[in-house]
């Protein structure tokens, strides 16, 4: 094995909760980093201790990565840099991606070791769709803005995942049944570990939950996709044309309206003539 790794920063999957789940090449590139930006270093100490190696850290967080990231950058040019948050993916839901920027602007190789995330686990738990799914970090706190946020993405047709802390959870859940509707959901927690939970429930069932028993660790929320729209009513059309073809020729007018409420285009060209006359 190269004890020594070439320059660069060297993005590393850490676990989120069992220690095993580190794999081999994240150890390996742990155990020859010249140095390893942490959020914490008491975290990645744990971690370096199950592997066995000390190594050089550096905070690199939200309260001083503006200071500290243009040495980690000078450093990059003559050595290896691992970048590791305090568990999972560096860079989801983390600022870790203005030194990627900064590192490429540089010139500096960047390199990923993959491994755990909680968002992409808690999908696998949750027992909803995955062919698409969007995710939103955690949502503002103060209810104005949470449910601002939420309202944006309501008509997203995909899997929502989001993570939250205990004593949120069931002020998040409600504020989600009430902007998105009562959708099928899943709570995960304490994933990989010895209470790994993934409770799945409509998403006021599960406020009612979680209201007086928050729970302990960290927490996943995946929300179902929106049902199919309903069909809009000729009624719904004939107002639509109405409006389009005070502006718009009435093959045209039947083009928009076609689109817009994904209905015929010639029964809706038709219809058109019709009002028109």
């Known amino acids: 094995m190269n004890a020594v790794l070439a320059p660069g920063l060297y993005i590393v999957a850490t676990p989120i909760g069992n220690l095993g789940d580190l794999s081999p090449r994240a150890a390996q590139i742990l155990s020859q980093a010249a140095v390893i930006a942490?959020?914490?270093?008491?975290?990645?100490?744990?971690?370096?201790?199950?592997?066995?190696?000390?190594?050089?850290?550096?905070?690199?967080?939200?309260?001083?990565?503006?200071?500290?990231?243009?040495?980690?950058?000078?450093?990059?040019?003559?050595?290896?840099?691992?970048?590791?948050?305090?568990?999972?993916?560096?860079?989801?839901?983390?600022?870790?991606?203005?030194?990627?920027?900064?590192?490429?602007?540089?010139?500096?190789?960047?390199?990923?070791?993959?491994?755990?995330?909680?968002?992409?686990?808690?999908?696998t738990l949750a027992g909803l769709p995955t062919d698409r799914f969007f995710f939103l970090g955690f949502l503002p706190p103060k209810a104005q803005a949470r449910a601002a946020a939420i309202a944006e993405v309501a008509a997203i047709r995909a899997t929502l995942v989001l993570y939250e802390s205990g004593p949120r959870l069931a002020v998040t859940l409600a504020a989600l049944a009430e902007g998105l509707g009562d959708r099928d959901a899943a709570v995960a927690r304490e994933i990989t570990k010895k209470f790994e939970e993934a409770v799945t429930d409509s998403l006021s069932a599960l406020a009612a939950r979680y209201a007086d028993a928050p729970p302990r660790g960290e927490i996943v929320i995946v929300v179902a996709p929106p049902g199919e729209p309903e069909a809009a009513s000729a009624e719904d059309a004939d107002a639509a044309l109405a409006e389009a073809l005070q502006r718009l020729p009435a093959s045209k007018a039947a083009g928009e309206v076609a689109k817009k409420l994904g209905l015929d285009r010639r029964e809706l060209y038709a219809r058109a003539l019709e009002l028109k006359g």
């Open 38 to 123: 942490v959020e914490d270093s008491r975290v990645t100490a744990g971690l370096l201790r199950h592997i066995g190696v000390k190594r050089p850290m550096t905070p690199y967080h939200d309260h001083n990565a503006e200071a500290v990231r243009p040495g980690l950058i000078a450093r990059m040019g003559m050595e290896a840099v691992a970048l590791v948050s305090d568990a999972g993916t560096p860079l989801i839901s983390d600022p870790g991606y203005k030194l990627v920027r900064d590192a490429r602007a540089a010139g500096h190789s960047v390199v990923t070791i993959p491994g755990p995330c909680a968002a992409i686990a808690a999908l």
